[in-house]
T-cell receptor, first 111, second 114 residues
Framework: AQRVTQPEKLLSVFKGAPVELKCNYS??????LFWYVQYSRQRLQLLLR??SRESIKGFTADLNKGETSFHLKKPFAQEEDSAMYYC?????????????FGGGTRLMVKP | ETGVTQSPTHLIKTRGQQVTLRCSSQ?????VSWYQQALGQGPQFIFQ???????GRGNFPPRFSGLQFPNYSSELNVNALELDDSALYLC?????????????FGSGTRLTVV
């Protein structure tokens, strides 16, 4: 069974400060990790995935298999980054591609 | 290109009743997944349909059932509603079972069971 844990329900930072949203997972196989974001009054949308190794809106995330973590980072937070962030895991491969989500972290960026 | 649309947006039902929620997948997507999101929690996987066949199921009882149609739209049916079924139900479509591009989510149906 897989599990995703986001230890912080709420993270509040000032504009321009670095931000790190924590995500830890447990899964016995090879995981694919994602970050999804939900801005106010909008639908859940994919922010980034580890396999593509890209930076979206200044956010990056590195998969650390030793620590089973996939923390989301941004060096300088912007007010428009305020949103709900969900870390999610999917087993690699085609069979039963369910996403397992963490409980989410609300990021508030203060001016 | 249209996104994922869900109907209705809100629904109130009485305990013991049955409900059907509908989802139209994004154009070109042949896989639909359903998630339940209780207040303050992350979405939980209910099941996935690929080309009209169930392709995986989460830890939900059999009174949660689904269908996928030839046009890849989908329904989620819940029988014998319980108060704990009150949640936001999300539909997500993807291009195939292999999640190469991520899922496109709908806005959800908020179900309240009283």
């Amino acid at each position: 069974a897989q599990r995703v844990t986001q230890p912080e329900k709420l993270l509040s930072v000032f504009k321009g400060a670095p931000v790190e949203l924590k995500c830890n997972y447990s899964y016995s196989g090879s995981p694919e990790l994602f970050w999804y974001v939900q801005y106010s009054r909008q639908r859940l949308q994919l922010l980034l995935r580890h396999i593509s190794r890209e930076s979206i809106k200044g956010f990056t995330a590195d998969l650390n298999k030793g620590e089973t973590s996939f923390h989301l980072k941004k060096p300088f937070a912007q007010e428009e980054d305020s949103a709900m962030y969900y870390c999610a895991l999917s087993p690699l491969g085609n069979a039963g591609n369910m996403l397992t989500f963490g409980g989410g972290t609300r990021l508030m960026v203060k001016p | 290109e249209t996104g994922v649309t869900q109907s209705p947006t809100h629904l109130i039902k009485t305990r013991g009743q049955q409900v059907t929620l509908r989802c139209s997948s994004q154009s070109g997507h042949n896989t639909v997944s359903w998630y339940q999101q209780a207040l303050g929690q992350g979405p939980q996987f209910i099941f996935q349909y690929y080309r009209e066949e169930e392709n995986g199921r989460g830890n939900f009882p059999p009174r949660f059932s689904g269908l996928q149609f030839p046009n890849y739209s989908s329904e989620l049916n819940v029988n014998a509603l319980e108060l704990d079924d009150s949640a936001l139900y999300l539909c997500a479509s993807s291009l195939g079972r292999g999640d190469n591009y991520g899922y496109t989510f709908g806005s959800g149906t908020r179900l309240t069971v009283v």
